[in-house]
C-alpha cells in the first residue's frame, strides 16, 4: 500500500508561483510513475503532470511552459512548481501513483494510488 500526502496549495494571484509536494509512503516509490491532476469545480478531473521513474515526463499543453513536475526519489516526494499562474488554474490538484511504469500515464485510469488533494486558488 501507498499513502500520498500532498501540500502547498494555498491562494497566490496571479502571475504568482507555488510550489506543490507530494510525499509518498513505501520502499517502491522510485519504481511508480507518478502523475499530478486537478479538478476544478463541476469539471472532469484532468491531467496536469506526469513522470515515470527514469524522469521521463509530460504535462498538458495547458500547463506547458509554466508547469514544472520534477521527484527526488531518495525523499519519496514528486513536484510540482506552478509558475505564471492564471485564475483557471484554480482546483483541487492531486498527486497520484501507478505500479504501471512503463509509459507515461494521462488518465486518471491509469492511477492505482490517490492522495487527499490540496486547494490552489488564483485571484485575477
Known amino acids: 500500500q501507498v499513502q500520498l500526502v500532498e501540500s502547498g496549495g494555498g491562494l497566490v494571484q496571479a502571475g504568482g508561483s507555488l510550489r506543490l509536494s507530494c510525499a509518498a509512503s513505501?520502499?517502491?516509490?522510485?519504481?511508480?510513475?507518478m502523475g499530478w491532476f486537478r479538478q476544478a469545480p463541476r469539471k472532469e478531473r484532468e491531467f496536469v503532470a506526469a513522470?515515470?521513474?527514469?524522469?521521463?515526463?509530460d504535462s498538458a499543453a495547458s500547463v506547458k511552459g509554466r508547469f514544472t513536475i520534477s521527484r527526488d526519489n531518495a525523499k519519496n516526494t514528486v513536484y510540482l512548481q506552478m509558475n505564471s499562474l492564471k485564475p483557471e488554474d484554480t482546483a483541487v490538484y492531486y498527486c497520484a501513483a501507478s505500479r504501471s511504469n512503463f509509459k507515461l500515464g494521462y488518465s486518471q485510469y491509469e492511477y492505482d494510488y490517490w492522495g487527499q488533494g490540496t486547494q490552489v486558488t488564483v485571484s485575477s
Open positions: 513505501g520502499r517502491t516509490f522510485s519504481s511508480f510513475l
Open positions: 513522470m515515470r521513474s527514469d524522469g521521463t515526463s
